[in-house]
Each structure stands twice: as C-alpha cells, then as structure tokens.
C-alpha cells in the first residue's frame, strides 16, 4: 500500500447537498472512477431508518398477511439473540430486542387497519402498541394467550422452517413456553410463518430503492480507490494489504462491510487464484469481493482489475473478452426472470441460452436487501449448478438481486490459459424487466505500473 488517506465524517457532510438522502437514479452503465457520495451522520441515518421503517410496517404487513391468508402473526425475540425478522422491525434507537420481545401482527379483516402489538415491558418507538400490564397479569405468556384467544385468528403464524433460516426464528424453548400457554382448541391452528418472514425480507419499497443507487455509488467508489494507484504500488502491494485496506477506509467513513473483503490474483501460468501475503505485479488479473451495509441495506460487488506492464494501454484482448463473456451471461439471467418463475427455472434458462452461445458458465445469483445473502430463492450455488431445494420458492417483483455469476475462458495471451471471469452487480426486480441499481462493470479497470 502507498499509505492511508483519512477523510474525516465531519468533511463529508459538509460537503453534502441540501438533502443528502437526494436520490439517484437506477442506472445501466456504472460510472468510471465514481466520486464518494456524502455519507450521513447517525441521527440523520436513524431518521430515515425510522420513516422507512414505519412506511414498510404500513404497506408491506397488511399486503403479506393478506396474500399468505394469514390473520395472526406471532413473532418473539430474546435480548441479543434477535430472530433475522425481529431484527429488522427495530427503530434505530432500540438497537436490540429487551428481556423477551413479543410482537403480534393482527388483521381484524373487512379492510380494517392491522393491529401491531407489542407484548412486552418496552416500547419499540411507537411503532407497536403496548399490549401488556404486567400489574393485571405477570405471566407474559398467559397475557399472549389472552390477546390471542380474545381476537379468534383462524391461523396463528409462527417463524418456523427447516428450508430457510430467515423464517425458523422460533426457538424450541420458546415453542414450548407458547404453546403451554395457548389454549389447547388453538393449537392447530399454529402454521409456519415462511412466506410472510420471506416476503417481508424481500420486498423493496419505492423508498428503499430511492436510496439504494447511492449506496451502491459509495461502494462501487471505495472499490474504484482499491483498484488505484492510491492504494496498489504493483511490485509492493500484496493481496490482504488492499483487503485491510478497505477495512480502514470503512471504518474512516463510519461504515461497515458485511463480510471481509476478497481480493485475489490471476497471473499468467499460474494455476487457479493467489491470495494473501502474494505480491500483485504487473500483467495480473485483479478480482474483488465487496460488500457493505448502510441505512441497513447491503451491497455486494465482484470486480476485475489489470496491472498494465510497460508499455500497455489496454488489458489483452482475450481478458477483455472473458468480461464481456460474463456480461452476457448476465444478460441471460435478467431475461429469465418471470414473476412467479422458481430460481430454480431461472437458472436453467439462463445456464441453457449460456452454453448454447458457447459460453461455460457458472451462476450462482441471490437475492440481497436487509441481508447480503438475503431472503428468497437462490439462482444455483457454485458447487450446485442443478435444482436445488432452496431454488424452488418462485421470485417475485419489487425485489433486488446480486447477480453473481462467473464464466470461464481460455485467453490466448496466456498461451490458452482457462482463466476465471467472476463477476457481481446488485439489480432491482420490478416484475418486468431486472435494472442494475448503480451500473455494472463492462471494461476492465486499469492500473498503471511505474
């Protein structure tokens, strides 16, 4: 590494337009050495996690629960030990569910509003109404089993599933503590809870994508510094140097990644990937994994790079073909999605147009939002290119995706070596066509050797 470059919280916001939450738009083509968008400071970042938050309970609840058939939604927490959806229905002051969090969703029918209840000795913001008085009743479960029994749901929802662990929030300790309290001519009508954990996971919200092109700036430009002579001196440099690079920068600009970074190097006749103290020279094939999480949503980004030798302008021309390989394959899998089509169909529509277009790839596409790998169906895994159980749930619109793929190529520069294209660029579903949120990489990014 050349050295640290800090930029302090406070220069970022004062650089920061009049609304710095201003959006941009979803954008095909990803921009060249992006600049760094203003990055909010935490009360800014809160109040807008909130509004959001608050605008999703509104809309997304009463359409889950009436599309899934359910009336009653039972969810229950732990102090630090946050089931994935309890985690999300926090406002930004309660960072972590207190003592046992319960909450109930309740949908009395004929139109009416959904209930939110919270079963419990604190608020959550004024998100959830308080439905418990430990006064008249001490025994927080027998107060669950009044409120429910008193509102007669035809099903009762619970986050319970051996497929998905977004939706199998429900301990066993606490299965046994609800249903001792339920009353017994309730008990079948307790269902699993996938659809609705999964749905509410997955939905993007128009005010979510507002926001999600500029956190996909920030990260596509943090990767644009790593891939720089700012931070890459080719001789000197090693692979882990630019992985706690960004770790640095991140924590500089108050930021998290949602995984340690990757960067490895693919060097001519040299077999398969070189990782960790490998020091990057002139003529390699630069590949990053990256991913951060702001305003709870997260990225995740796979880039190439190419250490010009003296005297080049240009990567080889057989690189910039394996990209533009990748790029097809991409093209591919957007086409394929149809609302209500598995990803397990998905995949092999795609991997099916690939290989009849003599490509050889690899897809192992997911979808992200409040978790990096987030809720919904996979499109195939690396190591599992066939149908797969947790590619039969059906992909539906108003949901953004890491298209995540690679394809592999013989480079006639390297004397035919088979060389690795990998490639990931996040995307927003809105049930017709898949955008790229912030563009995706179509030309190798260049480093200037000394």
Known sequence: MTGRHFITLAALLAAAPARADAPLPLSETEATAP???AILAPQERAEIENRILRERLDTVIPQIMRAEGVDLWLLVAREYFEEPVVATMLDAENMHARRRTILIFHDPGEGRAVERLTVSRYGLGGLFAPAWNPDRQPDQWAAVAELIAARNPRKIAINTSDLTQFADGMTLSQYDRFMSALPPALHERVVPAEGLAIRWLETRTPAEMALYPTILRIAHAVIGEAFSRKVI???VTTAEQVQ????ERLMQLGLTPWFHPSVAIQRQGVRGMLEGPEV???????WTDFGITYLRLNTDTQHLAYV???GESEAPAGLRQGLANSNRVQDFLRAAFKVGRSGNEALAEARAKAIAAGLEPSIYSHPIGYHGHGAGPSIGFWDNQQADPRGEGPIRASTAWSIELTTYAS????GGQKVDFRTEEDAFFDG???RFIDGRQTAITLIPSP
Do not use: H
């Open 411 to 414: 480079v006639p520069e390297w």
């Open 432 to 434: 017709e066509t898949v």
């Open 244 to 247: 706690w690079w960004y770790r």
């Open 35 to 37: 600049a760094l968008p």
């Open 308 to 310: 010009l030798k003296p």
């Open 280 to 286: 990057i020279r002139p003529g390699d094939l630069l």
């Open 233 to 235: 001196a080719p001789g």
